[in-house]
């Protein structure tokens, strides 16, 4: 099985650096990496031409379009339509990833089923640090630095044997959603459901993917206490409150409507 992880982007190069840095502590590797940039400019691509050195065996891929607004969703839909990959991971380039992150999401794939992980969100200023320093040190499987603020937090940090963490996520009740920063899934299932819907705006869009998904009969699944991602702090001058509340109304629609196939994804590219 071919794997690849994808790497949504858009401005925030130094982000970037530290969560790619995080790739490099990996216990394992997927076959190819991918950038997927929302038309952030060179800066980014300079940045990956300066790692690929250190990628030995594994290639990094870097996709752009125009910065024509937010078009997150249609850059993501070129990702999956031109990779090689059999199996694929999604992330933001706001995420850190902990350890044994990539190695838990190709352990745990299935046919016919994703994974969708949890996101811990660090503190202002600790995420400022990390930015200053562009490197995550890890304690474990923690960062260094880095306390839960709860015992929900305690149990995402993934303080447990992989047997326990797998355990937890069995007894899990929480709604199994399709989470942007840290899911995975087969190609074909993508394909299946025409991707990502490329008229869809910041806030919910993940979901939207996650609920089609699951009504063609591919079956979520959490794993919520074995593969975290630390998110590092910033703030969302592109949210907009309307945007979110239509994208909230679709992911209803298509719960209640059982719709598989966006009218707008990656049969539509250009």
């Not at 640090?129 to 929900?152: L, Q, T, Y």
């Not at 993508?190 to 063609?216: P, Q, S, T």
């Not at 907009?240 to 209803?252: A, D, L, S």
Request: charged share 25%; aromatic share 8%.
């Amino acid at each position: 099985m071919k794997s690849e992880l994808i790497i949504a982007s858009y401005r925030k190069v130094r982000y970037l650096r530290v969560v790619i840095n995080t790739l490099l502590s990996q216990t394992s590797l997927p076959d190819s990496i991918c950038i997927a940039d929302d038309g952030s400019g060179p800066d980014i691509k300079e940045l990956i031409d300066q790692y690929r050195p250190l990628f030995n065996g594994c290639e990094l891929r870097f996709l752009t379009h125009e910065d024509d607004g937010f078009r997150k969703n249609l850059i993501l839909n070129t990702a999956i339509v031109t990779s090689s990959a059999d199996y694929m991971i999604f992330i933001d380039d706001d995420c850190c990833l902990s350890p044994y992150f990539i190695e838990c999401h190709l352990t745990l794939a299935q046919q016919d089923s994703f994974l969708t992980g949890s996101l811990i969100r660090m503190q202002k200023e600790i995420s400022a640090d990390i930015i200053r320093a562009g490197n995550i040190v890890w304690k474990g499987k923690r960062p260094v630095n880095w306390a839960p603020r709860s015992f929900g937090e305690f149990l995402k940090a993934h303080p447990f044997s992989s047997i326990v963490g797998r355990y937890l996520n069995n007894l899990s009740p929480i709604r199994k959603s399709w989470i942007g920063s840290n899911a995975s899934v087969h190609k074909q299932n993508l394909l299946a459901v025409n991707g990502f819907d490329n008229d869809m705006g910041y806030g919910g869009c993940d979901k939207e993917l996650g609920v089609r998904l699951i009504n063609a009969g591919v079956r979520a699944r959490t794993i919520r206490y074995s593969a975290p991602v630390y998110h590092l702090d910033h703030d969302r001058g592109y949210a907009k409150e309307r945007i979110i509340r239509e994208n909230r109304e679709k992911i209803i629609s298509a719960r209640e409507s059982k719709k598989v196939r966006t009218n707008n994804g990656i049969q539509e590219l250009n």
